[in-house]
């Protein structure tokens, strides 16, 4: 069974810093995959960024990065030079264990302030 | 290019009365799937199409929900009858054909459908 865990159901950062949210997830598959999704209040979930389990880096994507720390299970994003359009929920997902169904955290909510 | 299109976005009715989804995917993605996503909760995979195969529904309460994909292109998603624990949000996504399971394949997300039973 695969499992996501996300401890953090709020954060609030400034406008311009950076911000950590937290992902930790649990499989006893060797294959998996990590991902990032954004929900803004209009509803749809926005792809941000992908980690496989076998990449040696971490991924970036603009100004996201994930911290992949493979023997702690975790998987961070990392929002640097936070926007006002960062607001949004961001729900972290795994997929593993040849499913490709995912399973996804509860998800933080996330707002930035001015 | 267009993304996901669902409609309606909002829908409220009556328990026991029957209600549907229409999903049109981004043209040319094989696979087609349906979430549905709790208030505070992520969103849980329904069911998944492969073209106009339902290849993963093991989550979908066959008793009262039906998906179909006839054509391989747009779907719907009815549920009959309606019940009080059925309101949520449905999100339909889209992707091209998978892949390996660690091998990135981005799902593009409709807006949903806001359901509301009273």
């Known amino acids: ?114 | 290019e267009a993304g996901v299109v669902q409609s309606p976005r909002y829908k409220i009715i009556e328990k026991k009365q029957p209600v549907a989804f229409w999903c049109n995917p981004i043209s040319g993605h094989n696979t087609l799937y349906w979430y549905r996503q709790n208030l505070g909760q992520g969103p849980e995979l329904l069911i998944r199409y492969e073209n106009e195969e339902a290849v993963d529904d093991s989550q979908l309460p066959k008793d009262r929900f039906s998906a179909e994909r006839l054509k391989g292109v747009d779907s719907t998603l009815k549920i009959q009858p309606a019940e009080l624990g059925d309101s949520a949000v449905y999100l339909c996504a889209s992707s091209s054909r998978q892949t390996g399971v660690s091998s990135y394949n981005e799902q593009f997300f409709g807006p949903g459908t806001r359901l509301t039973v009273l």
Request: aromatic share 14%; with cysteine; hydrophobic share 30%.
């Open chain 1, 1 to 114: 069974a695969q499992k996501i865990t996300q401890t953090q159901p709020g954060m609030f950062v400034q406008e311009k810093e950076a911000v950590t949210l937290d992902c930790t997830y649990d499989t006893s598959d060797p294959s998996y995959g990590l991902f990032w999704y954004k929900q803004p209040s209009s509803g749809e979930m926005i792809f941000l960024i992908y980690q496989g389990s076998y990449d040696q880096q971490n991924a970036t994507e603009g100004r996201y990065s994930l911290n992949f720390q493979k023997a702690r299970k975790s998987a961070n994003l990392v929002i640097s030079a936070s926007q006002l359009g960062d607001s949004a929920m961001y729900f972290c997902a795994m997929r593993s264990g040849g499913s490709y169904i995912p399973t996804f955290g509860r998800g933080t909510s996330l707002i930035v302030h001015p």
